[in-house]
Structure formats: C-alpha cells, structure tokens
C-alpha cells in the first residue's frame, strides 16, 4: 500500500516563505519521479512541480518558477517544495504525487499516487 503524506501547510502572509515535505512509503521512492500540484476553491487543478528520480529534470509551473523549489531526499523518501515570495493567489491545497517510472511530468494523470493534500493559507 503507498502512502504520501503532506505536512508543512499553514498560514502565511504575504512575501512569506513555507516548506511542504511529502513523506512516501510503500514504494520504491528511488525509481519514482514525484510532483507537486494544487488545487484552490473553485479552480482547476494546477501543475507545482516535478522532479525526476535523479534530480536532475525539474519542471514548474509558469505561476511558481522562480520562488517554488522542489527537492527530493531518497535516503527520507521525502519530496518538499520550498516555496518564497508568497502571494494570495498561492493559496490552494497542496498535493503531492508519485509516478511509475522516474522521467518527470506535468500531466496529473500520469501520477498513480496522491496524498491527501496540506491547506496553504497566505494573507494579503
């Protein structure tokens, strides 16, 4: 059974920083590529960040390059997402994902496994 749980969610002002981790389990988390995604009230749910299982292939969404860094830690099976500059519009649950295979994507539906999602709040 494969888990994914978030944590790292909160409260924030505005121009604020937070870090969401994702912790895996159940999974061979080192062949597996992870991503981000989010979804605010009434939106459609939106591409974060993905990361290959090397590290070394790094996307983000258009809204978040440049202030969101996703990680990943094999040896903790954990993936975060530092995520600066914060705006209102940020505002959405955060979900994290795992893939089979470890060439990262974009596409939500190649994503098998989710995690139920950590509330970002950010205060204007």
């Known amino acids: 059974q494969v888990q994914l749980v978030e944590s790292g969610g909160g409260l924030v002002q505005a121009g604020d920083s937070l870090r969401l981790s994702c912790a895996v389990s159940?999974?061979?988390?080192?062949?597996?590529?992870l991503g981000w995604f989010r979804q605010a009230p009434e939106k459609e749910h939106e591409f974060v960040a993905a990361?290959?299982?090397?590290?070394?292939?790094?996307y983000y969404g258009d809204s978040v390059k440049g202030r969101f860094t996703i990680s990943r830690d094999n040896a903790k099976n954990t993936v975060y997402l530092q995520m600066s500059s914060l705006k209102p519009e940020d505002m959405a649950v955060y979900s994290c994902?795992?893939?089979?295979?470890?060439?990262?994507?974009?596409?939500?539906?190649?994503?098998?496994?989710w995690g139920q999602g950590t509330q970002v709040t950010v205060s204007s």
């Open positions: 994902a795992i893939k089979s295979g470890g060439v990262a994507s974009m596409r939500p539906y190649e994503y098998h496994y």
């Open positions: 159940g999974r061979t988390f080192s062949s597996a590529a």
């Open positions: 990361i290959s299982v090397s590290g070394a292939t790094i």
